[in-house]
């Protein structure tokens, strides 16, 4: 758990900031408390973990909250006893807590409670829920409760992404891709969604169609997405022995992009370039 030596503090909050968060009232500041330690546990998480899950189930409630609020908090629950720090807490990625046996006792007023009441069925609200299930594997009820989020949203790409997710979970591969589509349909920003199209049908092994969606994510140039889709569309190459292209793509993956990572049968393949090009080479001499 010991951070790189040049890994500097998490910054203080900006002026802005402080602004913002200045204006969140005593029920705020217990919410945001009981999110955080709703996710916190008996045995040692990630500060990092915490103020993560936190904020997404509380991005509609206060959206411009930033993450080291988030931390700063986790630090006032450490001085009141709640709960126990591992490491420095400046540095959330590094730093780890668990809950003590001191009982939070804090309750938010009967007004919040209302206006909580009167928000809580957003997008956001059915997604976290169905997450909640699928962790015990209750699956069917995870749909039943995303199929409820469409009747109130009925244009929600989240809400088709998250049920796409859980059928490819269960192996629902008709199901996911038809509610994976429909998000597609209705998305204005589909790179993300082409990217899962195209990894599900190479974990498959429907190596053409995966080419189509990769094609599709390299000719937007998207930056965070090509050199993997470079990667993906190399292997898929290969398995159809079109060596030449496989080639091709290898030497298209950006200097930065150093290791590929592929998700194919279960595995985590970390390759150099060096290394893919070996495995290329192999194949093509079989």
Not at 245 to 255: R, W
Request: hydrophobic share 35%; glycine share 2%.
């Amino acid at each position: 758990m010991n951070p790189p030596s040049n890994n500097p503090y998490d910054p203080d909050l900006t002026t802005e900031q402080e602004q913002r968060v200045s204006r969140l009232s005593e029920d705020d500041l217990i919410l945001i408390d009981l999110a955080l330690l709703s996710n916190a546990c008996h045995y040692q998480r990630k500060v990092a973990m915490l103020v993560g899950n936190a904020i997404g189930r509380l991005e509609e409630e206060y959206p411009n909250i930033p993450d080291i609020f988030y931390s700063g908090r986790v630090a006032k629950l450490v001085d009141d006893g709640y709960l126990e720090a591992f490491g420095n807490l400046r540095r959330m990625r590094y730093s780890e807590v668990k809950l003590t046996n001191k009982v939070y006792n804090l309750t938010i007023s009967d007004a919040k409670k209302e206006a909580i009441e009167n928000s809580i069925k957003r997008e956001s609200y059915y997604i976290f829920e169905s997450k909640d299930l699928c962790k015990i594997k209750r699956y069917d009820d995870a749909i039943e409760i995303l199929n409820k989020g469409l009747a109130t949203y009925p244009k929600s790409v989240k809400i088709y992404r998250e049920k796409a997710n859980i059928y490819y979970r269960r192996e629902d591969y008709d199901l996911a891709f038809e509610s994976l589509n429909i998000a597609l349909e209705l998305s204005s920003d589909k790179i993300s969604l082409y990217f899962t199209r195209a990894r599900w049908e190479f974990e498959l092994e429907l190596f053409e169609k995966s080419i189509e969606d990769f094609n599709k994510i390299i000719e937007a140039n998207d930056t965070y997405f090509i050199g993997t889709a470079y990667n993906y569309r190399a292997i898929a190459f290969t398995h159809l022995k079109k060596y030449k292209e496989a080639l091709e793509d290898y030497y298209k993956i950006p200097e930065d992009h150093d290791l590929g990572l592929c998700h194919y049968n279960n595995a985590q393949i970390h390759l150099t370039k060096k290394e893919i090009l070996e495995r290329v080479s192999e194949a093509k001499n079989l």
